[in-house]
């Protein structure tokens, strides 16, 4: 039986994916003991606003924020994600390196590219990273592989509840990237103006639904199993 070191590995194709689509969860993971770890597959680099250094510096304090001791960037070519050996075998690294027992990726259906990408490259990833013939590190399979939302969402998501202090501090995080959010002189218009808003609208819309006061949403591509229809809720 796999001995895991990580509970999740949370994946994004730039810095401030992963707090946009599973802030709350990974806050509340952090909250409940766990162990998570943030990687961000690019360093944001193509960004129409700030540059290397200054994301980099918003991510660590994002993390901070959130209570992640360890954030690392694989600087994979932002706009330039593709499904290639030379980027799998980066995340096929990660994988076997840190043992998480889930990892979590962007949506497939983004209409960003770049979150589509990351997807197709982690879940090669988390294929390849359980191949005794892959590589020459010691295989590592994941549990699962969940996928969370930036900005559309599918039908009828996996609702996760989030409690009121964790969504907070998904705010509090979300707010560290000032030259993605805030807008000011210097900075392009771009659809992240105003989404700081519009998350939170969203985050506690989705609990609503479900009697919670903030959820995020997941989408699960495997079959589920449960184990008594009355205990679901």
């Known amino acids: ?83 290639c050996d030379d980027q799998v075998s980066e995340i096929v690294r990660m994988i076997r390196e840190y043992r998480p027992r889930m990892v979590f990726t962007p949506w497939h259906g983004d209409d960003h590219l770049d979150h589509v990408q990351a997807t197709n490259l982690v879940r090669a990833a988390a294929l390849n990273a359980r191949l005794r013939k892959y590589g020459s590190s010691k295989p590592w399979a994941v549990e699962r592989v969940w996928e969370y939302f930036i900005h559309e969402m599918s039908p009828n998501p996996l609702l996760l509840r989030v409690g009121e202090e964790d969504g907070v501090q998904k705010q509090k995080a ?51 199993s449960i184990y008594d229809l009355r205990n679901m809720l």
Not at 29 to 45: N, Q
Not at 196 to 223: H, K, M, T, V
Request: glycine share 12%.
């Open 1 to 83: 039986m796999q001995s895991w070191s990580y509970d999740a590995i949370v994946f994004g194709a730039h810095p401030d994916d992963a707090e946009i689509g599973a802030g709350g969860m990974i806050a509340q993971e952090i909250r409940l003991g766990r162990k998570v770890l943030i990687c961000d597959l690019t360093a944001g680099e193509m960004g129409s606003n700030g540059n290397v250094a200054q994301r980099r510096a918003e991510a660590l304090a994002s993390a901070e924020v959130l209570g992640v001791s360890e954030r690392v960037c694989l600087g994979l070519p932002d706009r330039g994600l593709h499904e």
């Open 174 to 224: 979300l707010r560290c990237y000032l030259s993605q959010f805030q807008a000011g002189e210097g900075t392009v218009p771009t659809r992240l103006h105003g989404l700081l808003q519009r998350l939170e609208w969203r985050d506690r819309y989705a609990g609503s639904q479900i009697g919670a006061p903030w959820a995020e949403g997941f989408y699960q591509r495997e079959p589920l």
